[in-house]
């Protein structure tokens, strides 16, 4: 059991971390900026600051510390199901300082709560979890954040040190036939749709040991992969052609890419990213492969073949540092391949968490024996058969929003988030063994 005291101490220490991280995004920027709309898909960044708070009021405020509203008035604005992004302009909106002094309002009264919770006790998850909760959904909403700023047209005002360098990883990891443990009934801070933990057996495949790089997406490109009707779901072909897509999202002529407003020549051995579904799929098909399935995914993260356990990461069960991944927006790019050695899985798959979102072959669902907590509107209404799943988390992911068992979910037209993939392949009878 820990020690409540450190366990507020930590839950405070989050708080502040998702805080800073949020102001460095809001405050990177002028007032004009934060109340822009940089694309229908988002919202205004002064948006996502208020709303950050008003979810902390409610799930804290009032819900756990049973407190007055600070501003009832404001759940309406900033209820995400009621004004879709790209109505969010047009509301009446707290400018850029009344959203700064109502979320500062908002933790003044949060860390009085804290104080006093009792950290401990319901029946699913403990108090705890409800501010495990608040942190990954304000962490969650830096990462948008940080796609807005991705999608933003101006001067850069965004910086990092560039990633750890690569070094040559390729080839497949064959990850045997067998039963695993999927999702978790341990991890504190698991979110309802990573619940329950249960078995699920998988079939004997090959996973690359590392996600597709942009030297090989380019080899795709330069085969004709976007006009060879061959490689496409016919969704995906009725969309690359309405679209006009010819290559992934930010990519320039003459080998180059544009980032947070830097327009650099890519780099080949980096993970590609800002590709939709449909072309993850595409690229699969053009290689003779598929995509992973979810569970293939987390078995090939996961599962440790000398002791037939689920690990909470690849590398183990510690929590994620500097050497393990490429995450919390350290670096303002995916790492090329290779560049963390440390956090290898034990049958040699690199890079699952960090760099990239990767796309799965599989619909968001929930697992058996799923129940909706604490409202269905974090999952369960998105549950269903035109969601894809993504898995692993990508440089702009927060440790706080990453596990071995966390589930995004996106349209499989979607390419504004950080996402890329690898691709996996059955193994042919002969090679069973
Ligand atoms: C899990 C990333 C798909 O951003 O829509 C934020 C997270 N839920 N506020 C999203 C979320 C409510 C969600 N994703
Ligand atoms: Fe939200």
Same mark, same amino acid.
């Given at each position: ?15 502040? !971390? ?55 008035? @404001? ?31 908002? !933790? ?82 698991? @979110? ?29 490109? !330069? ?128 890079? @699952? ?36 799943? @993504? ?11 990453? !596990? ?30």
């Amino acid at each position: 059991m820990t020690d409540p005291d450190d366990l507020r101490a930590r839950v405070a220490g989050e708080l502040q !971390r998702a805080r800073s991280r949020s102001l460095l995004l809001t405050d990177a920027v002028d007032d004009a900026d934060l109340v822009r709309q940089h694309s229908r898909l988002m919202s205004p960044l002064v948006w996502d600051l208020a709303h950050i708070g008003n979810q902390e009021e409610i799930w804290l405020v009032r819900d756990a510390g049973g407190r007055e509203p600070v501003r009832a008035d @404001l759940d309406e604005l900033y209820d995400a199901f009621k004004h879709p992004r790209a109505d969010r302009p047009a509301l009446p909106l707290l400018g850029p300082a009344a959203a700064r002094s109502y979320v500062r309002d908002v !933790r003044d009264h949060v860390l009085d709560v804290l104080d006093t919770a009792p950290l401990e006790g319901r029946e699913l998850v403990t108090d705890a979890f409800v501010f495990g909760m608040v942190v990954q959904h304000e962490q969650q909403h830096d990462e948008t954040m940080l796609a807005t700023h991705q999608l933003r047209v101006g001067d850069p005002v965004l910086a990092a040190v560039p990633p750890p360098p690569g070094r040559p990883v390729s080839g497949e990891v064959l990850v045997p036939a067998g039963p695993f443990t999927m999702g978790t009934d341990f991890e504190p801070w698991a @979110l309802d749709n990573e619940r329950p933990a249960h078995r699920v057996h998988v079939a004997a495949f090959r996973i690359d040991a590392a996600p597709v790089t942009n030297a090989e997406y380019e080899a795709f490109i !330069r085969d004709g992969g976007y006009t060879d009707e061959r490689w496409w779901a016919p969704d995906g072909w009725a969309h690359v052609r309405a679209a006009g897509l010819t290559g992934p999202g930010h990519w320039g002529p003459d080998g180059t890419y544009t980032r947070f407003g830097r327009t650099e020549p890519r780099i080949p051995d980096e993970p590609v990213v800002h590709v939709c579904w449909y072309e993850a799929d595409a690229y699969a098909r053009w290689a003779g492969k598929r995509l992973p399935s979810e569970a293939e995914w987390e078995k090939a993260a996961r599962w440790d073949p000398a002791t037939g356990r689920s690990r909470r990461y690849p590398w183990g069960d510690d929590d994620p540092t500097v050497e393990h991944a490429n995450l919390g927006q350290r670096h303002l790019s995916p790492a090329p391949v290779g560049a963390y050695p440390a956090g290898v899985s034990p049958l040699g798959v690199h890079q @699952l968490v960090g760099d990239v979102w990767e796309w799965t072959s599989s619909v968001f669902t929930g697992y058996p024996g799923f129940r909706a907590f604490p409202y269905r509107e974090y999952s369960e209404v998105f549950f269903g058969p035109e969601y894809r799943v @993504l898995r692993g988390g990508s440089f702009g992911t927060d440790a706080a929003a990453c !596990r071995g068992t966390f589930r995004n979910w996106d349209y499989p037209i979607r390419r504004q988030i950080f996402a890329g993939f690898r691709c996996a392949r059955d193994v042919d009878d002969d090679e069973r063994s």
